[in-house]
């Protein structure tokens, strides 16, 4: 297994992104529950997140988070994944 840093992009509407906030926490928590998302929040430049995920390859991280809500109700309109090696500190579960 390995780290992957996922970024997502949004689209930029605030009212349907909060319609659909609590859908989307409650499925990423539970990919942190069973250890497969480590950590997750939004950026600040932008509306956006990073999201670190324990997957065997870039396809499967962003695979494991195809069930996100975000993603059904195409509020992520760009997705990108890159293994992370951490060089100095520990990340939680890893």
């Known amino acids: 297994m390995a780290t992957f840093a ?6 930029d509407d605030a009212d349907r992104m909060a319609a659909h906030r609590p859908e989307h926490r409650e499925h ?11 950590l997750s929040g939004p950026l ?6 990073l999201l670190i995920v324990v997957a065997d390859s870039a396809e499967e ?6 069930g996100d809500p975000f993603k059904r109700e195409r509020i992520i309109v760009d997705r ?3 293994e992370w090696t951490v060089v100095i500190g520990q990340l939680p579960g890893a």
């Open 6 to 11: 996922v970024q997502y992009t949004y689209i």
């Open 28 to 38: 990423l928590a539970e990919l942190h529950r069973e250890g497969t998302l480590l």
């Open 44 to 49: 600040g430049d932008g509306p956006g997140a």
């Open 61 to 66: 991280a962003l695979a494991t988070l195809d």
């Open 80 to 82: 990108s994944a890159r």
